[in-house]
């Protein structure tokens, strides 16, 4: 392929990070600031840039289905991906016109490939068009199906069928390919609520109260990192569900809590609040570069009780001696299947055989956090996965090896608070949010 970057062209840059996604491995969530850059694009092109980005990758199993039957050959990977872009033009966005989108995608084919190339993408484009969506009961199997229209590998949807049944895996499948909700998380040590929705509203943002958590806002109207109400630390850029782990914790002024896999730190923050900067808190990860990140959010929030440590927290008892913590928030390393919304990328890049291993890492961690709880004390587990396995199995198994640890209510806001001692599965399509787990112990 020739090294073409069409300067400024909102699909080029679409077509770059989604090559980078396919051959690279790249985070899209990553991968997108710096395409914006590298592009130059301007801001009104820039929601267009995201919008062709994810919506390729959520709907990339059911874009290929219908662009196999007149694909006659091998196609070079980006060209494949160009027809991908360009179908889910057709397809899902109703205020570009056929015919711009195809128009695009053969002067990108002529400038990136060469004649044939751009004869090859008009043919596909022109047949597709003229034929519309294939149907989906052409596939017989039940299960595969709904992988192809929800575009979910097929073990995962056998596996969350088996887990939860056909109705849960498809309404998951299905609010997996939604936009997710903007939501942040208000410092109340330095604002309240109304204060910083009457100071978004100042700056063009509009923001309401979630119905579930009070210091949870949701936003429209804008990106909230870029206003001078996150500059000087009165929010944090986080999801509805993630602010659960900090009120399952109870953790309260004065107490000595350690976060274990802290980084980027945000969780690590929400407890500085409810601890109202009273206290200590030692917040770990296993990479000195991320460390640094909980740094800067301890900087911008101005939380002087947060201590971040490098080093791996299975080791940790060692470093900081057992019995030593009131509260320890365990958010373990999970196979992220629950913020597929968020980066569409993961389910693709995902193995079955991956989330074995992170069992054992998450059984690791959750045998560290036994030792160093203090008799008494509170430990959170909690992860950003919907799979049974990674959650409620790893739950099983630690209760079986640590006689000493028990079950405890997890003690969320009212209106999401199950009020016994059983831990919390939250689903995307449960109210919007990240697919999230919430397991609450105590240690006699």
């Known amino acids: 392929m020739k090294k073409i970057r069409l300067k400024g062209n909102v699909r080029d840059a679409a077509l770059s990070v989604l090559l980078a996604v396919e051959k690279q491995q790249a985070y899209s ?6 395409t914006i850059d590298n592009y130059g694009l301007a801001a009104k092109d820039r929601g267009l840039l995201t919008e062709l980005t994810y919506g390729t990758l959520q709907h990339q199993m059911t874009l290929d289905y219908n662009l196999d039957p007149y694909v006659k050959k091998k196609l070079e990977t980006w060209v494949r991906i160009l027809l991908r872009l360009s179908l889910y033009q057709l397809f899902y966005l109703d205020r570009v016109p056929d015919h711009a989108a195809i128009h695009e995608a053969v002067e990108i084919a002529k400038k ?3 004649g044939g190339t751009a004869s090859v993408v008009n043919g596909i484009l022109r047949n597709v068009q003229r034929n519309g969506k294939r149907r989906m009961d052409e596939i017989e199997d039940p299960a ?8 979910h590998p097929v073990w995962l949807i056998r596996r969350w069928i088996s887990q939860y049944g056909r109705e849960t895996a498809e309404m998951m499948a299905n609010e997996n390919n939604q936009a997710p909700p903007q939501t942040i998380r208000v410092n109340m040590t330095r604002a309240s609520v109304d204060q910083v929705i009457e100071l978004l509203a100042e700056e063009g943002l509009q923001a309401v109260k979630s119905p579930r958590i009070p210091e949870c806002l949701f936003v429209t109207g804008g990106q909230p990192a870029k206003t001078a109400v996150f500059r000087n630390g009165l929010i944090t850029i986080q999801d509805e569900s993630s602010m659960l782990p900090a009120y399952a914790l109870q953790p309260e002024p004065g107490m000595t809590v350690l976060d274990m896999c802290a980084a980027p730190g945000g969780k690590t923050m929400h407890i500085a609040e409810k601890m109202h900067d009273r206290g200590k808190i030692i917040a770990m990860d296993l990479h000195p570069h991320k460390v640094k990140l ?18 791996d927290a299975r080791k940790s008892a060692q470093q900081f001696g057992e019995n030593r913590f009131d509260r320890i928030l365990l958010d373990a390393p999970c196979s992220g299947l629950g913020v597929v919304r968020r980066k569409p990328d993961i389910k693709y890049a995902k193995e079955e055989s991956d989330l074995a291993g992170l069992q054992v890492i998450q059984s690791e961690l959750l045998d560290e956090a036994a030792k160093l ?7 959170v587990y909690s992860t950003c996965t919907v799979d049974r396995e990674e959650n409620d199995g790893t739950v099983d198994r630690f209760l079986a090896r640590h006689p000493e640890m028990v079950l405890v209510p997890t003690e969320l806001p009212e209106p999401l608070d199950a009020g016994t001692a059983e831990p919390v599965q939250i689903f995307p399509h449960d109210f919007g949010g990240d697919g999230f787990f919430v397991a609450a112990f105590r240690k006699k």
């Open 294 to 311: 909980i740094d800067e959010a301890a900087e911008r929030l101005h939380h002087v009780i947060v201590e971040s440590v490098a080093g």
């Open 112 to 114: 990136r490939g060469h």
């Open 144 to 151: 595969e199906r709904l992988a192809v229209a929800t575009s």
């Open 373 to 379: 709880l203090k008799p008494g004390g509170r430990l």
């Open 29 to 34: 969530n990553l991968i997108l600031n710096e």
